[in-house]
């Protein structure tokens, strides 16, 4: 029994390693493109989208299965 539950940890951790690595690929991605989109941006654009990021933070968790 002991060793079920280890197995089944051990293969989770798996999957989270990966869906970590996954993420953070993504994330590097974005980060890439938004340097890109606000190096063509104007100020007034640029200015618009610093306030509406001072909003509060969109509930993701219905994308936690994903």
Known sequence: M????M??????IED???QI???SVKNQQLEHENSI????AS???LAT???TAALPDLDFSS???S
């Open 37 to 40: 989109l606000r190096g063509g």
């Open 49 to 51: 989208l610093d306030t």
């Open 63 to 65: 994308d936690a299965g």
């Open 7 to 12: 197995l089944a940890v051990r293969t989770e």
């Open 21 to 23: 690595k996954q993420l």
């Open 43 to 45: 100020a007034d654009l």
């Open 16 to 18: 989270l390693r990966e």
């Open 2 to 5: 002991k060793q079920h539950l």
